[in-house]
């Protein structure tokens, strides 16, 4: 069965930090670019950030930019977001999601396969 899940979501206090990981089952992720995106109910999906497993090249949307960074590990078939400085207004809802072309879009059409999601919550 293909499939993402997603891990390592929590409250946290600004300007605290929190790493999460995105494992992949069913299939590797050598040749595909993972994206990560988050959602706050009422709100269209944002894409955060993006990585392609083929060569490592990594993308961030300007929100999160020096922030957040993104990285993988092909061995455990596992992408990981470590997110430093966090912000109320990143409080959403985290997604990663698969691109088997490797396009590193922020469109969400771009991305075939889901994670269920994991809630990450920034307050004091």
């Known amino acids: 069965q293909v499939q993402l899940v997603e891990s390592g979501g929590g409250l946290v206090q600004p300007g605290g930090s929190l790493r999460l990981s995105c494992v992949a089952s069913?299939?590797?992720?050598?040749?595909?670019?993972i994206g990560w995106f988050r959602q706050v109910p009422g709100k269209e999906r944002e894409g955060v950030s993006c990585?392609?497993?083929?060569?490592?090249?990594?993308y961030y949307a300007d929100s999160v930019k020096g922030r957040f960074t993104i990285s993988r590990d092909n061995a455990k078939n596992t992408v990981y977001l470590q997110m430093a400085s966090l912000k109320p207004e990143d409080t959403a809802g985290y997604y990663c999601?698969?691109?088997?072309?490797?396009?590193?879009?922020?469109?969400?059409?771009?991305?075939?396969?889901w994670g269920q999601g994991t809630q990450v919550t920034v307050s004091s």
């Open positions: 999601a698969a691109d088997p072309w490797a396009r590193c879009s922020w469109h969400e059409n771009a991305y075939d396969v």
């Open positions: 069913g299939f590797t992720l050598d040749y595909y670019a």
């Open positions: 990585i392609r497993s083929s060569d490592g090249s990594s």
